[in-house]
């Protein structure tokens, strides 16, 4: 296999900015102009100026059209296309064409398709059908991204490289035999002995044993349960195995284009769990981010808002790229739903509120043919005379009028703690209740918060606390000594820390931290839990004192609590088995801070109340609590400017403090923001 390590005298201080190239806010989408006849190529540039459209992404599916033929190149319409976007002063992410292998590469090389757990083998027709860790098609692989380097990487409309797409979208785990010995690699360097991998995964138990490396597989189907750490260690291996494959293309890059820019489009969301995407932001020159909202669910908005969030975490608070996102309605849901009038700029500027520099969707044109032809664009099916192009002129123009706030950052002293392998190992089976998922819980604390005004930054666990005078730490079943100590560090010099039940059970091997629960965080919140008491459907346990309120319940999860001595009970499980029991308690810190537990999952108006007792105490509730529906968030810049965004997701008009000039509507505020029910506003401070 051709590995990659970056270039001798690499300097990452001389890769040029992804934005280089253009001026102000990114504005653009996935473009594919092989779909389409020449004549449809040239209107795309014009409606491109008409749109205000400044950065689209090349290529990301054409492999099987550059190289229909092993070894015939046929690269004159991409030619065209890219001095076609110059031209119209589009600039490009050009990919590497690596997303889907043509289909004479599996045909010939059956061994690189990629595998399911129970040996199911996923084949050509769809997309993706590769074996991230197959040395055969790494090496075809890392040919074209030099290809691709090789002709464009002096071309002027090109901003920055795009690898691959969405790395493990469709598959994440592979269970392929190129895997298997990938993975018996990974575990040798991480356990070093046969002997600390057989301790690690507590081997002792239903005869696991290993006498050999040769003999460890990737957790394939079994009869019954598989061995919970060698789950978990494969999840690692995974989310590393899909990096790798990441590094050895941006590598390959690197060493013709060490000036260019280079990314891939995370998914980060509630709704992708496969890749641990803060292990993968070094590796990233810029952070850039898939989202879609989800039909079904009433508060997309706010979802939409975590994974905004997210990917500012993930990117270290720096601003990142919103490279893809639909127009209206997607294609891949049971059932999907167009976007509502002003949805889609609501989104948008949601997302840019947040940190994103840049505002792209998948896809310009709406496909004729294919897999996603019912999938939303810039360009409808029905063309320019429709609302969907209409809105897509008027957030052109939005974003120009927003130019100015590219490169601020949002300011938060609120986070929320969030971490892939707690994620993973939560979930696994074989666990007190099935029912429990971990975004429900991350969700629940970070919709609370949101509901309130309180901006928060989503946080690895391990990451740097210090600006921070609340953290709220849902459900974090594995954490590790040090990150464990980080969290605690946090209360002892003043913050208000919050955690959630089912936390601290667990080291990084997934074994138990033995002398009672929550284990890694005891000592930090002056609590022993002897025992869960997980309930049945439908079942909840009344909840009483201190700020919840009248009526509360907990579902699902309950915990028999002791508490030690200067530990206050703060409020109690009012009926069921566990009546009188602690059900949230608080410990203060000698620092001024202090550590709040709950054993319960807590119903809406309980969580929002327990987060506004936190977020009180902690000194982060803005002052006037914002009308229902009402997002308020601030980017900052170095020299002191300040915009105020105001993204109202409900119907009625709503007011807010402000005072500036109001970007979009070109209105001076004075002392007070209207904002017309679904609309956005943008007020530059001061
Ligand atoms: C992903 C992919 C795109 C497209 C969209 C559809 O984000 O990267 O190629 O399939 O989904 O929503």
Redesign the pocket.
């Known amino acids: 296999m051709r590995r990659r390590t970056a270039p001798e005298g690499f300097d990452p201080a001389a890769v040029r900015p992804w934005n280089a190239r253009i001026d102000g806010l990114g504005y653009g989408g996935?473009y594919n102009p092989e779909q389409w006849p020449d004549e449809v190529q040239v209107e795309d540039v014009r409606l491109m100026d008409e749109a205000g459209v400044n950065l689209v992404s090349v290529a990301?599916?054409s492999w099987a059209t550059i190289e229909p033929v092993e070894g015939e190149l046929d690269w004159a319409w991409l030619d065209r296309t890219m001095d076609r976007l110059h031209d119209g002063g589009v600039r490009v992410a050009l990919a590497t064409a690596t997303?889907s292998p043509p289909p004479w590469l599996t045909r010939r090389h059956p061994e690189i398709l990629p595998r399911l757990a129970d040996g199911t083998v996923l084949h050509q027709g769809g997309?993706q059908a590769y074996a991230p860790t197959h040395p055969v098609y790494r090496d075809y692989a890392l040919t074209m991204a030099a290809r691709m380097a090789e002709r464009y990487g002096d071309h002027p409309a090109l901003a920055l490289w795009h690898v691959d797409?969405?790395i493990g979208?469709h598959v994440p785990r592979d269970y392929s035999d190129a895997a298997a010995a990938a993975f018996r690699e990974w575990l040798r360097a991480r356990y070093g002995t046969l002997e600390a991998l057989n301790e690690a995964w507590g081997t002792a138990f239903w005869s696991q044993r290993y006498g050999s490396f040769d003999d460890v597989l990737p957790p394939l189907a079994a009869p019954t349960y598989a061995n919970p750490t060698q789950q978990l260690d494969f999840d690692r291996f995974s989310s590393d195995a899909l990096r790798d494959y990441y590094r050895d293309l941006r590598d390959t890059l690197r060493e013709i284009t060490p000036h260019v820019p280079t990314t891939t489009?995370l998914?980060a969301s509630t709704g992708t769990k496969g890749m641990d995407y803060f292990s993968w932001a070094a590796d990233l020159d810029v952070v850039a981010n898939?989202h879609?909202t989800i039909a079904a669910d009433d508060e997309r908005h706010v979802e939409l808002a975590f994974s905004a969030d997210l990917t500012r975490g993930i990117a270290g608070g720096d601003p990142w790229i919103l490279?893809?996102h639909?127009t209206s309605a997607?294609?891949?849901q049971p059932r999907n739903r167009p976007k509502a009038p002003g949805e889609m700029l609501r989104n948008s500027l949601s997302h840019v509120a947040r940190g994103a520099d840049s505002v792209m969707f998948?896809?310009w044109r709406q496909s004729a043919a294919g897999?996603?032809k019912f999938?939303s664009a810039m360009v409808p099916h029905g063309g320019t005379d429709t609302d969907v192009w209409r809105d897509v002129v008027t957030l052109g123009r939005a974003l120009r009028a927003l130019g100015e706030v590219r490169g601020s950052r949002v300011r938060s002293r609120a986070a929320l703690v969030f971490d892939y392998e707690a994620w993973w190992a939560s979930e696994l089976d074989s666990h007190p209740t099935q029912a429990f998922r971990y975004t429900d819980q991350v969700r629940a604390w970070y919709g609370a918060l949101w509901k309130l005004g309180v901006t928060v930054d989503v946080v690895h666990p391990g990451g740097d606390l210090a600006g921070y005078d609340l953290v709220v730490v849902p459900t974090l079943y594995l954490v590790t000594d040090a990150d464990a100590a980080n969290l605690a560090a946090a209360a002892d010099r003043g913050a208000t820390v919050l955690v959630t039940y089912f936390s601290g059970i667990v080291d990084e091997r997934d074994h138990v931290r033995l002398g009672g629960y929550p284990g890694a965080f005891r000592d930090m919140l002056g609590v022993r839990t002897e025992e869960f008491a997980t309930l049945q459907e439908g079942e909840t346990v009344r909840v009483v004192g201190g700020p919840l309120p009248e009526g509360a319940v907990a579902d699902l999860w309950t915990e028999k609590t002791h508490v030690a001595e200067g530990t206050d009970v703060v409020a109690v499980y009012d009926d069921g088995v566990l009546a009188g029991w602690p059900a949230v308690t608080r410990r203060g810190t000698d620092g001024g801070g202090a550590a709040w537990y709950t054993g319960a999952r807590l119903d809406e108006a309980a969580t929002t109340a327990l987060a506004r007792a936190v977020a009180t105490e902690a000194g982060v509730l803005p002052e006037d609590e914002p009308a229902v529906g009402l997002e308020l968030v601030r980017r900052h810049a170095d020299d002191g400017r300040s915009w105020l965004f105001a993204i109202n997701h409900g119907p009625a008009e709503a007011a807010v403090r402000a005072t500036g000039a109001e970007l979009l509507t070109g209105e001076d505020v004075d002392g007070t923001l209207t904002v017309p029910g679904g609309a956005v506003r943008v007020v530059r401070e001061g």
């Open positions: 996935d990301i599916f997303a997309r797409n969405e979208c489009n998914m898939d879609y490279m893809e639909s997607v294609n891949w998948f896809q897999a996603e999938h």
